[in-house]
């Protein structure tokens, strides 16, 4: 039986996604033992087009370039994945949306060469799955490799991959470690945002930052409030702090929105 077919595409992000893939060294050859990867310009220069059994999409849709070129992804992949946060929720690109200029200022601003493209256009950042369906996600600045692993291996026999839902407080606590929220007074974002990184900055005596957007249920307005009155950032602070990875969800824009 012939291994399945993958293909990594790029939209706008700065590919450390895409090298993260290189990065799973222990199994890679195991990895690349089982599926056969037909498309990936990074890391090869034989590249096939599809269709494709899997299809890994890192970066923001930004312009209308790569909305076609997205929508042509989905018709030729059984499995679209978003990798990252960019895919996921916009991430660090979609920041442009809330920079006070219209998307014609952005462009021009740019590019001042004055050389327009309407396909290369300005447009919204968003996630991929504002366009397209999306059937798993890979979340984080970058994605935890064990779950890319678990992702594959998840897909190769058919099943949904089993991310954590809960959020990163809860790694925290399973760690053992000292709350930088409650303890040292640090505007620690791990109460709303979504597990699965092993709570590796908090680990590294550094706040969560929110790349892996929210979790369940969070409360994202009441820790914006809490940031506040008894850390005492300033309304811009906060809003940056929601809208730094995630600003696009309805769960952050919730914290953005209680601060203004």
Not at 10 to 18: Q, T
Not at 117 to 131: C, M, N, V
Not at 199 to 219: F, I, K, Y
Request: with cysteine; proline share 5%.
């Amino acid at each position: 039986m012939a291994n399945p077919k993958v293909a990594f595409f790029k939209f706008s992000s700065c590919a450390g996604c895409l090298l993260n893939v290189l990065n799973i060294e222990p199994v890679l050859l195991t990895v690349l033992s089982v599926i056969d990867i037909e498309y990936f310009v990074m890391a090869k220069r034989d590249n096939h087009h599809g269709p494709y059994t899997i299809g890994f999409v890192e970066g923001a849709v930004t312009t209308p370039k790569e909305v076609l070129e997205l929508r042509k992804i989905r018709e030729e992949c059984a499995i679209v994945v978003a990798m990252g946060t960019c895919a996921v929720t916009g991430g660090v690109p979609s920041i442009k949306n809330w920079c006070g200029m219209n998307q014609d200022q952005l462009t021009k601003t740019v590019y001042k060469e004055n050389i327009y493209d309407p396909f290369l256009a300005s447009i919204p950042t968003k996630a991929i799955d504002h366009y397209i369906k999306v059937d798993a996600y890979l979340r984080g600045c970058t994605y935890d490799k064990g779950e890319f692993v678990e992702l594959v291996k998840r897909a190769l026999k058919g099943e949904d991959p089993l991310f954590r839902p809960h959020s990163v407080c809860n790694e925290c606590k399973l760690k053992e470690n000292v709350c930088l929220l409650i303890s040292k007074g640090q505007p620690c974002m791990g109460s709303v945002s979504a597990a699965g990184c092993g709570a590796l900055c908090p680990s590294l005596n550094r706040q969560c930052e929110g790349c892996r957007g929210p979790a369940n249920d969070c409360n994202a307005a009441s820790l914006a409030k809490t940031f506040m009155e008894d850390l005492g950032l300033s309304k811009d602070d906060v809003v940056r702090k929601f809208r730094k990875y995630a600003g696009n969800t309805p769960e952050f824009s919730k914290g953005a929105e209680a601060a203004l």
